[in-house]
């Protein structure tokens, strides 16, 4: 049996663990809870699984994230906090020991070397959650050598086929509608500028130790391929499915072994029908473009990045500013921010403090 204890327990990804472990009693035990401000689903949770920790930051402080990503009965935490809120906890548990399995994509963007030096020391690993790097990890296994190639698949979001004018003007309840996936709202907005991509490009650059020229990007509006691996001899692998978070949350945990799970949909090429693939229009997308080109920068200009969308995809959802607005703080923000190493927590503290400083003020 082993200990699991989820951080963002009452979001989407934390209540998609939920679910899988449910289905998977006798392989794991679930040890800790924390959400942001839920009070009443996290009741509900407390209720259902009766763990030996559970905490609601809005009450004990972010602090209580620190505390169940190093409990001692916890083997793997699960990281489903959204933010910058997630990269404490991350270093935490790395450094306690602890297999991360990572859905807060931020730790890694905002301090990708941080985190490895971390669970390089404390003996932690991370395995991914997000959908496309669970793929390439699951492509990788049994193989010795290092690929290629990666080729991330994006959905495109609600606007893959919209014109730039029509873009700038698009409304919060048009980029809440994603065609593929449900998930939380900061990713889904993020998913409709496409920096959700960027930062999945950064992602990759740090787990698989590739240049940022070997992490492409294609977009496959049926999310049915959900990445492509290429390796030294142009043989090309890749995993398959309908979109569900289930499965590589279930894989995150058991890796490298497979449990057996009926929770995903049977897999059927017929219905998944016409497979298309096209390029990311980098000039329209424009947050995507300054992602990587701050990955490709390094140091603290991934963290300028970050905090600078977070300001404005917080202002875009509280209608205080357009969608187009979004890229244009990311652009200010890193022309504004001279990049610094990011080799101490602190380092990227300040940086993100900073940035965001900046962003509220090309917001207001
Ligand atoms: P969500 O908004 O649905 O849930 C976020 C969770 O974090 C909630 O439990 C919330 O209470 C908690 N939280 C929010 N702010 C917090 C804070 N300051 N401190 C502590 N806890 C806080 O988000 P989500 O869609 O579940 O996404 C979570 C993470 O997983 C994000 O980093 C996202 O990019 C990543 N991810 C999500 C999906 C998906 O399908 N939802 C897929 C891939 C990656
Ligand atoms: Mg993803």
Redesign the pocket.
């Known amino acids: 049996m082993r200990g699991v204890a989820i951080l963002g327990s009452t979001g989407s990804i934390g209540t998609s663990t939920l679910n899988v472990l449910r289905r998977h009693r006798d392989r794991f035990r679930l040890v800790g809870l924390t959400a942001g401000s839920n009070a009443t689903l996290l009741a509900e949770q407390i209720a259902e699984w009766q763990p030996r920790f559970a905490s609601l930051v809005s009450d004990a402080g972010p602090g209580c994230l620190l505390e169940a990503a190093t409990h001692p009965d916890a083997d793997i935490i699960v990281n489903a906090v959204v933010g910058f809120a997630g990269l404490e906890a991350t270093l935490a548990a790395l450094k306690a020991g602890k297999r991360v399995a990572l859905a807060n994509k931020e730790s890694l963007v905002v301090a990708g070397e941080l985190v490895r030096q971390t669970a390089t020391a404390g003996g932690g690993e991370i395995i991914p959650v997000?959908?496309?790097?669970s793929a390439v990890l699951q492509c990788l296994s049994g193989h010795a050598q290092r690929p290629r190639r990666l080729i991330l698949t994006a959905s495109g979001g609600p606007f893959r086929d919209w014109e730039h004018e029509r873009l700038a003007g698009a409304t919060i309840a048009e980029a809440l509608n994603h065609p593929t996936w449900r998930m939380g709202s900061k990713i889904t907005v993020d998913s409709a500028t496409l920096a959700?991509k960027a930062m999945?490009v950064i992602e990759a650059h740090h787990l698989f130790g590739l240049s940022f020229d070997q992490v492409e990007v294609v977009v496959h509006p049926q999310s049915i391929v959900h990445a492509l691996v290429e390796f030294s001899d142009g043989s090309v692998l890749s995993q398959l499915g309908f979109p569900s978070m289930e499965l590589p949350i279930l894989y995150a945990l058991t890796h490298p072994e497979r449990a057996d799970d009926a929770g995903v949909q049977p897999f059927d090429p017929v219905r998944a029908g016409t497979l298309s693939f096209e390029p990311v229009r980098r000039e329209v997308f424009r947050a995507f473009h300054a992602g990587v080109e701050a990955g490709r920068a390094g140091g603290t200009a991934p963290a300028v990045f970050n905090a600078a969308n977070e300001v404005a995809v917080g202002a875009f959802l509280a209608g205080r500013i357009p969608f187009g607005r979004i890229s244009e703080v990311i652009e200010a923000a890193l022309a504004d921010q001279t990049p610094e190493p990011a080799d101490s927590l602190r380092a990227v503290q300040t940086a993100d403090r900073r940035a965001r400083n900046d962003a509220e003020r090309l917001v207001a």
Do not use: G, L, V
């Open positions: 997000d959908s496309e790097h959700n999945e």
